[in-house]
């Protein structure tokens, strides 16, 4: 079976579960690492036991090894600049992580660029891999709770953190369905100001092609359901449908009642974000993106068409709270200024008291 050569930029938190996977997939091969912290790179390589060239200038790297497969773990504004990267020296695929960039006009840019040069991106939504979560869409697929007409996400962190996963996720519920208009609300600065660069909290809905009603309450206003030391983990997703309803959450408790559960409500609990992390839900993820590799019929649930779609809703609620109407779907008009830029221009700084997030906290307790 086939082994793709692949190279790493990044050997950070998330670098290292961009490294394991892949080599626990037994599909890839990797050829090279690069980061600036040669030190780090260093402890890193010797950790996965990794006998490949260590870089700290990724054009290089790419030059030199000319992988098959570039991964990438970058903040999102140098996205774009990694896809140009992969154009220049013939990438066949890159993996990247969420949001895809900080602006609607380059996530478009890079979206041609894969169209234009046969690449095959998946942006990292991995939580679909989280095992409640194939609960939650096996008994949708099953048509437990029949036609599915109205999905509800919560999530406390915000939308460049957590609100791109769960839209992600609100389409693939939904059978893939793209979304014909939507509309927002949206207020705060403070994490516009943040490496992933998004207001503090947003409102909105969205109507898909085959009828489903999808709305999205993101940030820290949103419902929560863990209490507020577990923010960071504290995201729903819940589908209903003409027989019943299903939900899942980051945390791994999940929901259903449907007409296979006798007019009971089933509650269930998984392992958690945090032992799925451990259990590594991005080797499924790795290996689904192989099969891709193969076969371009097996085309990954994390493409960078289904990703840069879910942009596109949360771009469209943004433009619709700034202008305070409803915007339809695709948006083929980029000649204005990035909606971050101009909610910083015209939201109030209200002083917002956000709750920290990704700051040390600890699971709860996982289920024996």
């Given at each position: 079976?086939?082994?793709?050569?692949?190279?790493?930029?990044?050997?950070?938190?998330?670098?290292?579960?961009?490294?394991?996977?892949?080599?626990?997939?037994?599909?890839?091969?990797?050829?090279?690492?690069?980061?600036?912290?040669?030190?780090?790179?260093?402890?890193?390589a010797?950790?996965?036991?990794?006998?490949?060239?260590?870089?700290?200038?990724?054009?290089?790297?790419?030059?030199?090894?000319?992988?098959?497969?570039?991964?990438?773990?970058?903040?999102?504004?140098?996205?774009?600049?990694?896809?140009?990267?992969a154009?220049?020296?013939?990438?066949?695929?890159?993996?990247?992580?969420?949001?895809?960039?900080?602006?609607?006009?380059?996530?478009?840019?890079?979206?041609?660029?894969?169209?234009?040069?046969?690449?095959?991106?998946?942006?990292?939504?991995?939580?679909?891999?989280?095992?409640?979560?194939?609960?939650?869409?096996?008994?949708?697929?099953?048509?437990?709770?029949?036609?599915?007409?109205?999905?509800?996400?919560?999530?406390?962190?915000?939308?460049?953190?957590?609100?791109?996963?769960?839209?992600?996720?609100?389409?693939?519920?939904?059978?893939g369905?793209h979304?014909k208009?939507?509309?927002?609300?949206?207020?705060?600065?403070?994490?516009?100001?943040?490496?992933?660069?998004?207001?503090?909290?947003?409102?909105?809905?969205?109507?898909?092609?085959?009828?489903?009603?999808?709305?999205?309450?993101?940030?820290?206003?949103?419902?929560?359901?863990?209490?507020?030391?577990?923010?960071?983990?504290?995201?729903?997703?819940?589908?209903?449908?003409?027989?019943?309803?299903?939900?899942?959450?980051?945390?791994?408790?999940?929901?259903?009642?449907?007409?296979?559960?006798?007019?009971?409500?089933?509650?269930?609990?998984?392992?958690?974000w945090?032992?799925?992390?451990?259990?590594q839900?991005?080797?499924?993820?790795?290996?689904?993106?192989?099969?891709?590799?193969?076969?371009?019929?097996?085309?990954?649930?994390?493409?960078?068409?289904?990703?840069?779609?879910?942009?596109?809703?949360?771009?469209?609620?943004?433009?619709?709270?700034?202008?305070?109407?409803?915007?339809?779907?695709?948006?083929?008009?980029?000649?204005?200024?990035?909606?971050?830029?101009?909610?910083?221009?015209?939201?109030?700084?209200?002083?917002?008291?956000?709750?920290?997030?990704?700051?040390?906290?600890?699971?709860?307790?996982?289920?024996?």
């Amino acid at each position: 079976m086939q082994k793709y050569r692949t190279v790493v930029l990044g050997t950070g938190v998330r670098g290292r579960t961009h490294i394991k996977a892949p080599l626990e997939s037994g599909r890839f091969e990797i050829v090279g690492l690069c980061d600036l912290d040669e030190p780090k790179m260093r402890s890193v390589a010797e950790e996965f036991s990794l006998d490949c060239k260590l870089y700290t200038d990724g054009e290089t790297m790419l030059k030199e090894q000319k992988p098959d497969v570039f991964v990438f773990l970058t903040l999102p504004n140098l996205r774009l600049s990694m896809i140009e990267l992969a154009e220049k020296y013939g990438v066949r695929a890159v993996s990247l992580e969420k949001p895809m960039a900080e602006s609607l006009q380059e996530a478009k840019q890079m979206l041609e660029i894969c169209r234009r040069a046969n690449i095959k991106a998946v942006v990292c939504h991995q939580q679909k891999y989280l095992s409640q979560m194939q609960e939650m869409k096996k008994r949708i697929d099953d048509g437990e709770i029949g036609e599915v007409t109205m999905i509800h996400v919560n999530t406390q962190p915000w939308l460049a953190q957590l609100g791109t996963h769960y839209v992600d996720y609100a389409l693939w519920a939904a059978g893939g369905s793209h979304a014909k208009w939507v509309i927002g609300h949206a207020h705060g600065t403070a994490t516009l100001a943040d490496s992933h660069p998004s207001p503090d909290h947003i409102l909105g809905e969205f109507l898909l092609e085959n009828g489903v009603k999808v709305y999205l309450d993101c940030g820290y206003l949103s419902t929560g359901h863990l209490g507020e030391e577990y923010a960071d983990i504290d995201n729903r997703i819940c589908v209903y449908g003409t027989h019943g309803y299903v939900w899942a959450e980051t945390d791994g408790y999940w929901g259903a009642f449907t007409k296979a559960t006798n007019g009971e409500l089933l509650l269930g609990k998984n392992p958690g974000w945090y032992h799925h992390q451990e259990k590594q839900i991005q080797t499924p993820y790795y290996i689904a993106y192989a099969q891709w590799l193969d076969d371009d019929s097996k085309v990954h649930d994390c493409n960078i068409e289904i990703s840069y779609h879910g942009y596109e809703i949360l771009e469209g609620m943004c433009l619709g709270a700034l202008n305070h109407t409803r915007v339809d779907l695709p948006i083929t008009d980029f000649n204005y200024e990035p909606v971050f830029e101009q909610m910083a221009k015209v939201f109030p700084d209200i002083g917002t008291k956000l709750r920290v997030l990704y700051d040390g906290k600890k699971p709860r307790k996982e289920a024996d």
